[in-house]
């Protein structure tokens, strides 16, 4: 099974920070890599998919990039109702997985 | 507007079966990857189990292998996971997802349902 290793697990920022959160693969995932937005008691919103692709309707602030098995999610210009659980998947193989998660609080 | 609309969650002893539902609305259901996802209490995501957009065959996570088994009718545009042989851990919070694209392999699920509880407990 592919491991999505995810750091940090928890972070806290301010207001128009700039946060960077990171997915490390245990093997070659190509850029099937797909970032998740997960507020308390809510569904999982997809915000990057195929590492760097924007979804719809998500605002521009969240950017996604790759380097071989490394992926980063980043936020530039923290919002209020960005504090929330990211969470990175793989969609390369089945299973697919999950990385651990990053709680993004409030500073 | 594309939904996902979850049921059949509900307490059930260690040992006992269940069947959860989600029913999709708004998209040709045929055409699409589904999986079902989990999260148990103050846990991260667990990718349960899924058809594949190619339809070639449906898959489980290693932790439900040989115990659950998803099954779809698309004349009813409705998934099924039939959960049997439950345990404890297997308390979560289960939820249907669709994929963004038709056919291909697997990626990422666009629309999420709201969720069904399942507990396990005696």
């Known amino acids: 099974d592919i491991q999505m290793t995810q750091s940090p697990s928890s972070l806290s920022a301010s207001v128009g920070d700039r946060v960077t959160i990171t997915c490390r693969a245990s093997?070659?995932?190509?850029?099937?890599l797909n970032w998740y937005q997960q507020k308390p008691g809510k569904a999982p919103k997809v915000l990057i998919y195929?590492?760097?692709s924007l979804q719809s309707g998500v605002p521009s602030r969240f950017s996604g990039s790759e380097s071989g098995t490394d992926f980063t999610l980043t936020i530039s210009g923290l919002q209020p109702e960005d504090f929330a659980t990211y969470y990175c998947q793989q969609t390369y193989a089945s299973p697919l997985t999950f990385g651990g998660g990053t709680q993004v609080e409030i500073k | 507007e594309v939904l996902l609309l979850e049921s059949g969650g509900g307490l059930v002893q260690p040992g006992g079966s269940l069947r959860v539902s989600c029913a999709g609305s708004g998209f040709s259901f045929t055409n699409y990857g589904m999986s079902w996802v989990r999260q148990a209490p103050g846990k991260g995501l667990e990718w349960v189990s899924g058809f594949s957009g190619s339809g070639a065959g449906t898959y489980y996570g290693d932790s439900v292998k040989g115990r659950f088994t998803i099954s779809r009718d698309n004349s009813k545009n409705t998934l099924y996971l039939q959960m049997n042989s439950l345990r404890v851990e297997d308390t979560a919070v289960y939820y249907c997802a669709k994929e963004k694209f038709t056919g291909g392999a697997w990626d990422a699920f666009d629309v999420w349902g709201q969720g069904t509880m399942v507990t396990v407990s005696s």
């Open positions: 195929f590492a760097s």
């Open positions: 093997q070659s995932i190509s850029s099937n």
